[in-house]
């Protein structure tokens, strides 16, 4: 019994001793993500790999890696400034419970959800399946999700953290924790100036000093991460245009930006609303009800709305929704190029292709790329003299 002890002991000090090392070590945490973490996940079912991987990043396991910003990465769109232009898109932190430690891991920007209105389970289980060959995944989740309210929850800590200043750091606080965690040396041999006096309140500023930028930088310096919020809608709502409209509402004021998803291939009937005569109505009933908050509360519920849509569009509805989203009294100040794929390419090898949901990964990437392309030139082709002239 007392060997076992010895050894859980020393199993845990090893690990204390591993964990210690691999967060002060970025490569060396590289390395080990590349070589064992990953390997590890691919033994677990797809669905408990992604909750542990969201579980380690909501528990800030990963080291901070955001804090160096390249001005030639930096850029704006719609308002709004990002530090670079790669961001985790929505569907990793469907519950927006590990916005704050994603924002540290050196994204431009993190996209949470899709939330619905009201909390539901999603699509029955197995709902996500590997294709590890062709570096790919198919899920068919569903939108589950905890519901509008409960993600406004799980904002309320991350919307507090980042305005804390860095007047507002306690630094008797952190002088008291210094000075228990590292003595000050022993005095010098001969006589020294005051300021290399331990005793001194200017060497005891200096100290305080660094380890507060420390402190501050590694645990506190607010992620300068742009925050959006997906929205969608549930899987037994009559009333698509009133979802988004309660997730805009409750949610809006937490984001950057808002995503009013009309794109999910896992929600029946979702992607009829991209067809133009629908998404006029919804859109313009949506603007309405964001300038009514706006009005009531003196703020701004939603800093910018945008718009997801399917890489799967023909090239009559891209253009309908590129004539609707152009209009100004629509407010969409955007578009994302695009969701997953029902499409199936030749290429795939493994033996889930065949799974319904949607397709994302390597795969999809012709196909988005050239959705792109069609966006810019329907966009030149209709706006490009307007462009010129502004």
């Given amino acids: 019994e007392v060997q076992m002890f010895s050894r859980r002991k020393l199993k845990l000090l090893a690990g204390a001793a591993a964990t ?23 033994c677990l079912p797809p669905e408990v790999a992604h909750k542990c991987a969201l579980w380690s990043i909501k528990l800030r396991i990963p080291p901070r890696n955001d804090l160096f910003k390249p001005n030639m990465l930096r850029t704006t769109v719609f308002g709004v400034h990002f530090d670079n232009p790669i961001g985790l898109a929505a569907g990793f932190d469907k519950n927006c419970e590990a916005i704050t430690g994603l924002q540290r891991l050196g994204f431009g920007f993190v996209e949470g959800g899709s939330v619905t209105p009201l909390p539901q389970p999603g699509n029955d289980q197995p709902r996500v399946f590997r294709l590890l060959e062709d570096r790919a995944v198919i899920n068919r989740y569903g939108f589950p999700s905890v519901g509008a309210d ?3 929850k799980n904002f309320q800590p991350t919307f507090n953290l980042i305005t804390i200043t860095v007047e507002e750091v306690p630094d008797e606080k952190l002088q008291r924790f210094f000075e228990a965690h590292h003595p000050p040396p022993p005095p010098p041999l001969k006589p020294s100036p005051k300021s290399e006096d331990p005793n001194s309140a200017t060497y005891r500023l200096d100290f305080r000093s660094k380890f507060s930028q420390s402190l501050i930088q590694k645990f506190l310096m607010p992620s300068t991460c742009k925050v959006g919020i997906n929205l969608g809608i549930n899987k037994t709502s009559n009333n698509p245009t009133n979802d988004y409209c309660v997730g805009v509402e409750k949610l809006g004021h937490y984001a950057d930006y808002v995503v009013v998803n009309v794109s999910s291939p896992n929600t029946p009937g979702l992607r009829d609303l ?25 703020g701004m519920s939603c800093k910018a709305l ?3 849509i399917s890489p799967d569009l023909n090239d009559e509805d891209l253009q309908d929704v590129i004539d609707v989203v152009m ?6 100040k955007g578009l994302i190029v695009s969701n997953t794929t029902v499409s199936r390419p030749a290429s795939l090898k ?4 065949g799974e319904k949901g949607g397709l994302s990964g390597p795969p999809l990437k012709n196909l988005s790329t050239e959705m792109i392309k069609k966006v810019f030139r329907i966009y030149l082709c209709h706006h490009g003299t307007k462009l010129l002239q502004n």
Avoid: C
């Fill in 150 to 152: 409960a993600v406004a």
């Fill in 350 to 353: 493994n033996s889930s292709k």
């Fill in 306 to 308: 945008l718009l997801k």
């Fill in 20 to 42: 210690t090392y691999l967060l002060k070590n970025p490569d060396s945490y590289d390395f080990i993500e590349q070589n064992v973490l990953l390997p590890i996940s691919h």
């Fill in 274 to 298: 991209q067809r133009k005569s629908q998404l006029e109505k919804m859109l313009k009933h949506i603007t309405r009800r964001v300038e009514k908050k706006n009005k009531a509360s003196g």
């Fill in 327 to 332: 209009d100004p009294k629509y407010g969409v």
